[in-house]
């Protein structure tokens, strides 16, 4: 079963952080026969692998259109609760004394009075929402001044409650339904800090430290078709499709709020430069969604019961709180709100999805945060085959 085969993913360095890389990181291109290889060694999903094969090819580009929109306010400014408490275990203190994972709000003129004013102005309690984010604060946290970054923290015990008591159990990984793409989207999301825990501790490596990890072998154990998880790369890109067609659908919006301020007016060309790629535009990436879509509205009991993947969406949120490493829980709660925030769209109340026109500031901005993470993950794994 699909949570059976998550939980061995686990380990020293199974961090609940989302891991940053130096700058310019460049993957070498790959021919179309490459690609094809490539895609064919790592899924056997016949309606996965064309769109894997258009990911390959045009994920380079993106990834650097994505870096530079990065560094636009709207979307490196986040106002997260850092000090709530766990809920879900008992836990004894954690005390991070090293700088890597401590991080301190931003002084109060970085942030933009629009930015406090859109969330604050948009902030409501849903009860029965798709995500259910932190009380908007005078904090927020600028992820350029703290970028993901190996910490040392483990994980593990995070990552084991949410496959063995979040997503759902008894669903077979090929089963024809929703909750099967639920938590193949969990998994892909794992999958993504999986490699960037793998990238954060090659950085070490290379800026001198002495970390005793053979990158390779724990590469094959974490990620490759031959180690714990098989299908931990396919379920990579089956969440990066989700996110890209998320980001699609929300075009309109997203150019819609440069125009009337909501989203800095210079951030227009980098998003236009973002839509304009083949990754946003292409059906073989769109059907991933497509098929999540038709399996959420299957039948009335599908589309009925939808009220169970938005209550796991919204304790995926809340579990976050019991990571006690400050920068992982920053890091982790944009990257779940990202994910989740693509299930809205796509899935909505019904399974037919949800206007964009009605998705909040702030999880615009963790939606296409987390699919910059996930390209950057995929271009890592690439790297390392």
């Not at 995070?158 to 989207?185: L, T």
């Not at 964009?356 to 945060?369: D, F, N």
Request: glycine share 4%; with cysteine.
């Amino acid at each position: 079963m699909v949570h059976k085969t998550l939980l061995n993913v686990n380990g020293a360095f199974l961090l609940l952080t989302i891991l940053d890389v130096g700058r310019g990181f460049v993957v070498p291109k790959f021919s179309s026969k490459s690609t094809q290889k490539w895609s064919a060694k790592i899924s056997s999903n016949e309606y996965l692998v064309p769109g894997m094969q258009v990911i390959d090819a045009s994920n380079e580009e993106l990834f650097h259109k994505l870096e530079s929109l990065r560094e636009k306010p709207s979307f490196r400014f986040f106002s997260v609760d850092i000090l709530a408490s766990c809920e879900y275990m008992p836990q004894e203190l954690f005390e991070c004394y090293t700088e890597s994972c401590e991080i301190y709000p931003a002084e109060e003129e970085e942030v933009s009075s629009r930015i406090r004013e859109v969330d604050r102005r948009e902030h409501a309690f849903d009860l029965d929402g798709w995500t259910r984010w932190d009380m908007p604060s005078d904090d927020y946290y600028d992820l350029e001044a703290f970028p993901e970054g190996y910490t040392e923290y483990d994980g593990s015990e995070i990552w084991k409650f949410i496959h063995d008591r979040i997503c759902f159990q008894d669903y077979d990984y090929d089963d024809e339904h929703w909750k099967a793409d639920f938590n193949k989207a969990v998994s892909g999301l794992h999958s993504m800090i999986s490699a960037q825990v793998l990238r954060g501790v090659q950085e070490k490596m290379d800026e001198g430290e002495a970390i005793q990890v053979d990158l390779k072998k724990e590469f094959t154990r974490r990620l490759s078709a031959n180690g714990e998880t098989p299908r931990a790369i396919e379920n990579l890109y089956f969440c990066f499709m989700l996110l890209l067609t998320a980001v699609s659908r929300a075009k309109a919006r997203l150019l819609s709020d440069c125009s009337n301020g909501s989203i800095e007016s210079d951030a227009s060309e980098e998003l236009k430069n973002i839509f304009n790629s083949p990754l946003l535009n292409d059906a073989s990436v769109a059907l991933a969604a497509k098929r999540l879509q038709d399996h959420a509205t299957q039948d009335g009991a599908s589309s009925q019961n939808l009220w169970e993947a938005r209550m796991r969406s919204r304790e995926l949120l809340r579990i976050m709180n019991c990571v006690q490493c400050n920068k992982c829980r920053l890091h982790g709660k944009i990257s779940i709100l990202g994910l989740t925030t693509a299930l809205q769209i796509l899935v909505g109340p019904t399974g037919r999805g949800l206007d964009p026109e009605q998705v909040k500031r702030v999880e615009l901005s963790a939606l296409v945060t987390t699919l910059h993470k996930c390209s950057r993950a995929i271009q890592y794994c690439q790297q390392m085959q």
